[in-house]
T-cell receptor, first 111, second 115 residues
Framework: AQSVTQLGSHVSVSEGALVLLRCNYSSSVPPYLFWYVQYPNQGLQLLLKYTSAATLVKGINGFEAEFKKSETSFHLTKPSAHMSDAAEYFCAVSDHGDMRFGAGTRLTVKP | EAQVTQNPRYLITVTGKKLTVTCSQNMNHEYMSWYRQDPGLGLRQIYYSMNVEATDKGDVPEGYKVSRKEKRNFPLILESPSPNQTSLYFC??????????????FGSGTRLTVV
């Protein structure tokens, strides 16, 4: 069965600094990979997804993620953090109908 | 507006008192699912439904029931809630569960407290 590991439950960056949130997956077949963002008191919103079309995926709000099969990774990056990026981020994997989520990474952005 | 609507947003109840959390989507999605979110554990799937009258257990189904009599509705039923079911619950839907690349649309969540 597929699974996801997010490295680091909390990440803190300064405004303007690089954001890097790590995600490694396990799947027996080529996976579909997703990043979701959850703002306080809200549901999850799809940030971006990998569906085998291109290994570098661009999402909303300036985020992007790169699929690296050899490393079984799908790390999320943003060149310059903004205060509004403070939220919880979830990596997810799906190779059949159901989706498995990581434990989440809370991103704090310091002024 | 395309959306998944959950009700209620907040609920405090007592142990053993049956409750239902409703979920409705207006996108004609075939696939619907319930998750619970607990700190440090991420989202864990409770039940899912590939289509009308087709439901199946997820990873943590104990203590929950669901039904899918209509395409748009997927209620979550707790027959006898216990304090360990205190959690944040999310309903999600997808166009077709057999094609996961569509991703999910989530509801706003229901925060349940069982005392």
């Amino acid at each position: 069965a597929q699974s996801v590991t997010q490295l680091g439950s909390h990440v803190s960056v300064s405004e303007g600094a690089l954001v890097l949130l790590r995600c490694n997956y396990s799947s027996s077949v080529p996976p579909y990979l997703f990043w979701y963002v959850q703002y306080p008191n809200q549901g999850l919103q799809l940030l971006l997804k990998y569906t085998s079309a291109a290994t570098l995926v661009k999402g909303i709000n300036g985020f992007e993620a790169e699929f690296k099969k050899s490393e079984t990774s799908f790390h999320l990056t943003k060149p310059s953090a903004h205060m509004s990026d403070a939220a919880e981020y979830f990596c997810a994997v799906s190779d059949h109908g159901d989706m498995r989520f990581g434990a989440g990474t809370r991103l704090t952005v310091k002024p | 507006e395309a959306q998944v609507t959950q009700n209620p947003r907040y609920l405090i109840t007592v142990t053993g008192k049956k409750l239902t959390v409703t979920c409705s989507q207006n996108m004609n999605h075939e696939y619907m699912s319930w998750y619970r979110q607990d700190p440090g554990l991420g989202l864990r799937q409770i039940y899912y439904s590939m289509n009308v009258e087709a439901t199946d257990k997820g990873d943590v189904p104990e203590g929950y029931k669901v039904s899918r009599k209509e395409k748009r509705n997927f209620p979550l039923i707790l027959e006898s809630p216990s304090p360990n079911q205190t959690s944040l619950y999310f309903c999600a839907s997808s166009l077709n569960g057999g094609f996961p690349h569509y991703g999910y649309t989530f509801g706003s969540g229901t925060r349940l407290t069982v005392v």
